[in-house]
């Protein structure tokens, strides 16, 4: 299968660990050019060494609790550089708790770094994939979009709420040759799952080890996924072979949701 991606140019958020780092790498083998985006340059610089041809890639600093700093310096770097025919939304999860202990703050701050970063993102990348006629938009969020997780209150209500806005910008896009799709991960080995389960344990008063195996045993696969095999997902969901695929939320949850 060509995935046509040779020199397209990727915008991947939260990419110096887990989903975002693997999607970036997976990309950048497909001969897409790369533009990392993190807050911690030094993480960044190592993520660049690891692409292939890091010399064609580049990085932007920015902290997704500053949405308009963040679309200021992507546009600043479209200005100077080049537009972007891929946006890979991703972004830290929220802090783990039940929703009536959650705090105004906490919403405040999940529905900045989750929707308006997004949605400020959009607004800087669109115009330029209106204008090549290809455009992909992918959201990584989670699988409490179509199922909420226990003790994960703030995250299941700003998720949905991503996924909605998602839905919403691929009607509005599709006419021009941009889709918009959110991937809904499952329980996949990164450092926020260890630190669930850990979080989990606690609070149950077991092991981090004893936790681990019974939330695998919660997904008819009986494993975590790897960071590597949502990269493929949305690997597809970028490329040309996608072209007649929107506005869809896609499951790589090794079974996790129970509904259809």
Request: proline residues 4%; charged residues 20%.
């Amino acid at each position: 299968m060509n995935l046509e991606l040779h020199n397209k140019n990727a915008l991947v958020c939260g990419s110096t660990s887990g989903i975002g780092k693997a999607t970036a790498i997976a990309l950048a083998k497909e001969g897409a050019n790369i533009t990392l985006v993190a807050r911690n340059e030094t993480k960044l610089k190592a993520v660049l060494n690891e692409l292939p041809s890091p010399e064609k890639h580049s990085y932007i600093v920015a902290d997704f609790s500053n949405p308009r700093d963040l679309q200021e310096k992507v546009i600043k770097f479209i200005d100077k550089n080049h537009g972007f025919h891929i946006l890979i939304n991703n972004t830290g999860g929220p802090r783990s708790g039940e929703i009536l202990t959650a705090t105004l703050e906490a919403f405040e701050t999940a529905f900045t770094q989750h929707l308006k970063c997004n949605h400020v993102l959009a607004q800087a990348t669109v115009p330029f994939m209106k204008s090549e006629g290809y455009g992909r938009i992918i959201n990584i969020i989670s699988s409490s979009v179509k199922q909420p997780i226990e003790g994960l209150g703030v995250s299941n209500t700003i998720r949905n709420a991503v996924g909605n806005w998602s839905k919403t910008l691929s009607i509005e896009v599709a006419a021009f040759g941009v889709t918009v799709n959110n991937v809904l991960p499952g329980f996949t080995d990164t450092e926020r799952l260890h630190n669930i389960i850990k979080i989990k344990a606690t609070h149950s008063e077991t092991s981090a080890e004893e936790m681990a195996e019974i939330m695998k045993n919660y997904t008819p696969i009986k494993r975590f996924a790897k960071p590597e095999e949502t990269a493929h997902a949305i690997l597809f969901l970028a490329s040309n072979c996608a072209s007649y695929i929107t506005g869809i939320n896609l499951p790589v949850d090794g079974g996790l949701i129970k509904s259809l």
